[in-house]
């Protein structure tokens, strides 16, 4: 099945500064990446994804990319404020089956 | 719009203790799945619909059943709760695999 590894398992920088977390996926067959923030004691919210046929997305100061030759995909967030600290998790699928989420990356941003 | 409700928020059981985990969506939604999620293991996958009257295994499903009731609802049940499934248990709906699921707010539960 699908694996799907994220990097780093945290990340702290200071308010203003980007952010960016990594993932790598297994299955090449794998077409659709999402990115899901998760703020403590509230269940994950999606905030960005693409598709296969996509190479990069943007919306507002959060990006993502996607490499398939190399199978991994990243997300980029610029100008950092306090309420961008959560748990962000990546996550691949292959069509027809579930996601299969990366472990998370705890990101604090420092006044 | 309610979107996911899960029912309950938290819960305590004993080992040995069966309950049943609810849940369930107003979004006209045809696939919904049930992750539980541990401290440094993400999110993992118990079971899945892909549509209404289907379920599937995910990566974790020993010691869990499902239901898929009718399009709106989809529960999870523990027939004899061990501690090992303490844990945090997210329902999610999406309108069909392979799109962005809606989570629930999770239930919390702990056995003792």
């Known amino acids: 099945g699908e694996n799907v590894e994220q990097h780093p398992s945290t990340l702290s920088v200071q308010e203003g500064d980007s952010a960016v977390i990594k993932c790598t996926y297994s299955d090449s067959a794998s077409n659709y990446f999402p990115w899901y923030k998760q703020e403590l004691g509230k269940g994950p919210q999606l905030i960005i994804d693409i598709r296969s046929n996509v190479g990069e997305k943007k919306d507002q100061r959060i990006a993502v990319t996607l490499n398939k030759t190399a199978k991994h995909f990243s997300l980029h967030i610029t100008e950092t404020q306090p309420e961008d600290s959560a748990v962000y998790f990546c996550a691949a699928m292959t069509s027809g089956y579930a996601l299969n989420f990366g472990k998370g990356t705890s990101l604090l941003v420092t006044p | 719009n309610a979107g996911v409700t899960q029912t309950p928020k938290f819960q305590v059981l004993k080992t040995g203790q069966s309950m049943t985990l609810q849940c369930a969506q107003d979004m006209n939604h045809n696939s919904m799945y049930w992750y539980r999620q541990d401290p440094g293991m993400g999110l993992r996958l118990i079971y899945y619909?892909?549509?209404?009257?289907?379920?599937d295994k995910g990566e974790v499903p020993n010691g869990y059943n499902v239901s898929r009731l009718n399009k709106r609802e989809f529960s999870l049940r523990l027939e004899s709760a061990a501690p090992s499934q303490t844990s945090v248990y997210f329902c999610?709906?999406?309108?069909?695999?392979?799109?962005?699921?809606?989570f629930g707010s999770g239930t919390r539960l702990t056995v003792v």
């Open positions: 999610a709906s999406s309108i069909r695999t392979g799109e962005g699921y809606t």
């Open positions: 619909s892909a549509s209404e009257g289907t379920t």
